[in-house]
Each structure stands twice: as C-alpha cells, then as structure tokens.
T-cell receptor, first 115, second 111 residues
C-alpha cells in the first residue's frame, strides 16, 4: 500500500523519559512534516524537511529534535517528556511546491500520553 | 490557526445539507483546501479550490470562494452518517511550504 505510516500508534510514558516516533512514506515525496494536534483538535506545524534539509522550524521547545535519514523517513525524538507534550502527532508528506498546490498526505497519527 | 478561522461545531440531520464556513486573512493565498478527519485517523484531502475560482463542485461537495470577503465554504449535499467527522480548512501561501489550518469544525450527523 502506498501511504504514510507512523510507529507506534500509541505511546504511554512517564514524565522525564525520552521517546521517538518514526515516520515513513513510500509516495516518492520530497517533503515531510510533523504536526501536533492538541486536545482541542487544533493542528499546529512543528517541522518540515525537504530532501533531508530542515525548511520549517516553528517555535517548538528544543527538547523536540527531528531527524531525516533520507527523503522517505522523518523521525521525531523528544527528550525529557512533559505532561504538556501529550497530544496526537501527525506525520505528513507532499511534493515541494512552495505556495502552489500543496496536497499533504497524512499518517494515522501517534497518540502520546505522558503520565 | 490564527490566520484561518472556523466555527467549531455543526449538527445536521441525515439527508439535509451541511454548510461549513471558514475565513482566512492572507489575500495572497493560492490554494484553499478542505480536509476531513474521521475519529482516530489522520487527515484526508476532500477537495481544494484555486484562488482564481469562485466555485468548484465534486459530486456531493460544493466549494464556494469569496475572495473579497476571504470566505470559504464547503457544502455537503444529502449528508450521511459517514460524513460525521472534523473538517479542516487550510490555505497555502506563495513561497511558504506549510499549510495553515483552521481549528476544525466537528460535524455531527443525527438520524
């Protein structure tokens, strides 16, 4: 199946831990994104990579570090997890078309719960 | 979401039409999109409209764009229970790689 996939789907962890979420796309896209969706369903861009290069870096605590080993993968590592990090994290991908048609394909989401 | 605003909730009877409204602030928006998010799933593109168009129809979906008022709407004809979801409008802006999303409208279809 051609798609954007994320692992894990659910992640429950203690405050202070370090965790990673992985994302892979097999759509041949060159741009990938991480979004955070809070409890009110508000969707906020965090990062974007184009051809392994960081192109969007919104105001996000530096405990969050994205890493793109190749065009098809974009991982998100979170250090020293806090209660406020609890959210659903979505990965997405698209072709690089700055400001032009920018259909983004979303993964199923990773629900992170910090206890 | 500061630049794109939507009403948060809409309840509609099965078989009726649903109209979801959205306003945006950036007049240089090139494309405007409607995404659908079903419970426990990611967002999926429903339809889009280019900024030089006023209307686009796709089966049960009609998108209306009023550039003067920066107002976008999505009409769903003959709303079904499977249409219950959160609907997000979004805009793309020249030279900007991100999409700006609204807060989402939760549509509940009642029998």
């Amino acid at each position: 199946d051609t798609a954007v996939s994320q692992t894990p789907k659910y992640l429950v962890t203690q405050m202070g831990n370090d965790k990673s979420i992985k994302c892979e796309q097999n759509l041949g896209h060159d741009t990938m994104y991480w979004y955070k969706q809070d409890s009110k369903k508000f969707l906020k861009i965090m990062f974007s990579y184009n051809n392994k290069e960081l192109i969007i870096n919104e105001t996000v605590p530096n405990r969050f570090s994205p890493k793109s080993p190749d065009k098809a993968h974009l991982n998100l590592h979170i250090n020293s997890l806090e209660l406020g990090d609890s959210a659903v994290y979505f990965c997405a991908s698209s072709h690089r078309l700055a400001g032009v048609y920018n259909e983004q394909f979303f993964g199923p989401g990773t629900r992170l719960t910090v206890l | 979401g500061e630049d794109v605003e939507q009403s948060l909730f809409l309840s509609v009877r099965e078989g009726d039409s649903s109209v979801i409204n959205c306003t945006y602030t950036d007049s240089s928006s090139t494309y405007l999109y409607w995404y659908k998010q079903e419970p426990g799933a990611g967002l999926q593109l429903l339809t889009y409209i280019f900024s030089n168009m006023d209307m686009k129809q796709d089966q049960r979906l009609t998108v209306l764009l009023n550039k003067k008022d920066k107002h976008l709407s999505l009409r769903i004809a003959d709303t079904q229970t499977g249409d219950s979801a959160i609907y997000f409008c979004a805009e793309s802006i020249p030279y900007d790689y991100k999409l700006s999303f609204g807060a989402g409208t939760t549509v509940t279809v009642r029998a």
